[in-house]
């Protein structure tokens, strides 16, 4: 029968262990990951199951690490990440997090737009370090996602987003995700989003200042516009913002992207029934 061991297509026996394939294929492997799920030794494999084997401490070569970073994914969902395209309009807090995530996840290629520089004040919140400071942030978040995961491709342009380059800058994306701090910007991105590039989603965040709460957080949709957050609590005088509730909020953002891009997961509908 057929499997795929570390994403590569072999032939092996039917009723064959998990160990025997370590033993033939994998000496020393001590992480195991059969169709995303960690398994043991014992496991029996089956036709079409797709196998990872990872030895730890051992650094692997540049193709192999690119299945090995999504071995904990479903399987056939890498494929699918790879030749999408998300546009996120700036790169503080929300930015910054749900690119990241993306990017993590498997997104093939982002664009970051953003005018502003990492200062220290940022750094409370944002996915940035110290020796960031100064630096344009969409050079930064570059830099860390090129980190985190070198295969997603990263378009940057460091510049103000207004009307007239929404559609030149997110045009070719699948789906858009807002994450700016003012209300005004807020607004005009949906804006002109919707009024320029009606088939791409727009995925908003409204509403995470301040700590706690976590159960006011929700997502909701209207038409091709998503909101994520309380949306309630505008930051202010005396009402700031911090890493878990932003952070949550862009997750959420980040994880609404990744619903639209690949559809409902019908493991998580069917445990709703």
């Known amino acids: 029968m057929k499997i795929y061991l ?15 394939l370590v033993k033939q294929h994998k000496p020393g492997a001590e992480v195991c990951v059969l169709n995303g799920f960690p398994c043991l030794m014992e496991h029996t494999v089956e036709e079409g199951d797709r196998l990872v084997l990872i030895k730890k401490g051992e650094v692997p070569s540049k193709n192999d690490l690119e299945h090995l ?12 990440l790879k030749k999408s395209c998300v546009g996120i309009a700036g790169c503080g807090g929300l930015g910054s997090t749900a690119a990241i ?18 200062e220290p004040s940022n750094l409370n919140r944002q996915q940035y ?10 050079e930064a978040l ?16 460091h510049l103000r987003i207004v009307p007239e380059n ?7 994306c699948d789906a858009v995700i807002e994450a700016f701090d003012m209300a005004d910007q807020k607004q005009m991105l949906v804006e002109t989003v919707l009024a320029k590039l009606p088939k791409t989603p727009i995925v908003i965040g409204s509403g995470m200042a301040g700590y706690g709460a976590n159960d006011l957080l929700r997502t909701r949709r209207t038409g ?26 862009a997750c ?22």
């Open 6 to 20: 570390n994403e590569k297509h072999i032939k092996t026996e039917k009723g064959a262990k998990v160990a025997d």
């Open 69 to 80: 970073l999504s071995a904990r994914h479903t399987p056939g969902i890498a494929d699918k």
């Open 101 to 118: 995530a993306l990017a993590r996840a498997g997104v093939g290629r982002l664009v970051i737009a953003d005018y502003d520089v990492v």
């Open 129 to 138: 370090f110290v020796s960031h400071i100064g630096l344009p942030k969409v």
């Open 142 to 157: 570059k830099e860390v996602i090129k980190k985190a995961n070198p295969f997603t491709k990263v378009e940057s342009h």
């Open 166 to 172: 929404v559609e030149t800058l997110f045009g070719k």
């Open 224 to 249: 091709n516009l998503y909101i994520c957050g309380d949306e309630r609590s505008e930051a202010g005088p005396g009402f700031g913002l911090m890493a878990p509730r932003v952070g949550m909020a």
């Open 252 to 273: 959420m953002q980040a994880n609404q992207a990744l619903e639209i891009l690949l559809g409902p997961d019908p493991r998580i509908k069917q445990s709703e029934s």
